[in-house]
């Protein structure tokens, strides 16, 4: 069936630091794939997206590539800033399963320090 | 211009005790989803709704239900609240027809004393 792999956290980077979270996928056909980032007490947003091979999402300096050939959609920034602390997930969907559900890899936890 | 809306942000139930959490959105979306998400883990979807049509996740205990009386509207029951159950719910809603992103109401935090 459908799965993510991400990176277990948690990961702590100081300010300005490069960031990187690995995520791999399992599905079959041709999934979208997602980011989505939690701060403390909140719902989820999505940060960025990409729905087909080749594609890089980006938004607010991360970004990610949808690698079919590797299977993997990594989630990078250059210079992660202190208000980045959050919880991520990486998720995809695809259009052969359960109507567009989602499904999530177990979340990496961001700490960034002045 | 919140476009998915979860009420009430916290709540405290107490053990046993029924407890509804509602959701409403103004997208206009065929498809609702509720997940539960405990402390450090990933959400979980215990069931969708594509328009009236209602789809249980498998594991989705008994004791959880859900209703959706129009499609702005959508309700989660939990009929007998156990320790267990604590967590955040989380509504959301989706287009399916192309596998666009879902979009996620803030949140209720449920705490079962």
């Known amino acids: 069936g459908d799965s993510v792999t991400q990176m277990e956290g948690p990961v702590t980077l100081s300010e300005e630091a490069f960031l990187t979270i690995n995520c791999t996928y399992t599905?079959?056909?041709?999934?979208?794939l997602f980011w989505y980032v939690q701060y403390p007490g909140e719902g989820l947003q999505l940060l960025l997206k990409?729905?087909?091979?080749?594609d890089k999402g980006s938004n607010k300096g991360f970004e990610a590539t949808y690698r079919k050939e590797t299977t993997s959609f990594h989630l990078e920034k250059g210079s992660v800033q202190v208000s980045d602390s959050a919880v991520y997930f990486c998720?995809?969907?695809?259009?052969?399963?359960?109507?567009?559900?989602?499904?999530f890899g177990r979340g990496t936890q961001l700490t960034v320090w002045p | 211009d919140a476009m998915v809306i979860q009420n009430p942000r916290y709540q405290v139930t107490q053990f046993g005790k029924p407890v509804t959490l509602s959701c409403s959105q103004t997208?206009?979306?065929?498809?609702m989803y509720w997940y539960q998400q405990k402390s450090s883990q990933a959400p979980k979807l215990l069931f969708h709704?594509?328009?009236?049509?209602?789809?249980n996740e498998a594991d989705t205990p008994d004791n959880f239900q859900s209703r959706r009386p129009n499609t702005s509207f959508c309700f989660l029951d939990i009929r007998s609240p156990g320790l267990g159950d604590a967590a955040m719910y989380l509504c959301?809603?989706?287009?399916?027809?192309?596998?666009?992103?879902?979009?996620f109401g803030q949140g209720t935090r449920l705490t079962v004393v």
């Open positions: 959301a809603t989706s287009r399916p027809a192309d596998a666009t992103e879902a979009f």
């Open positions: 599905a079959t056909g041709y999934p979208s």
């Open positions: 990409a729905t087909k091979a080749d």
């Open positions: 998720a995809l969907s695809n259009r052969g399963s359960t109507l567009g559900r989602l499904y």
């Open positions: 997208l206009n979306h065929n498809v």
């Open positions: 709704y594509y328009d009236k049509d209602f789809n």
